[in-house]
């Protein structure tokens, strides 16, 4: 998922559209969709241990 996530990111699209076309595969929520704050997070985290800062997504309200 974050491997998709970091592609859709790349294409300068909203939090709200990646979480959109992403899938939870394991767990509870196997299935659901990812809310636009765990994408969020998700890719801070990967950005927090990779050294990027590059944050072209913005939380659409």
């Given at each position: 998922?974050?491997?998709m996530a970091l592609h859709l990111r790349g294409q300068n699209l909203s939090?709200?559209?990646i979480a959109a076309r992403l899938v939870i595969t394991t767990g509870k929520r196997k299935g659901r969709h990812p809310s636009p704050t765990a994408v969020l997070r998700?890719?801070?985290?990967h950005?927090?241990?990779t050294g990027s800062w590059d944050y072209?997504?913005?939380?659409?309200r």
């Open positions: 998922m974050l491997s939090l709200r559209d998700m890719l801070r985290d950005d927090a241990r072209p997504v913005e939380i659409e």
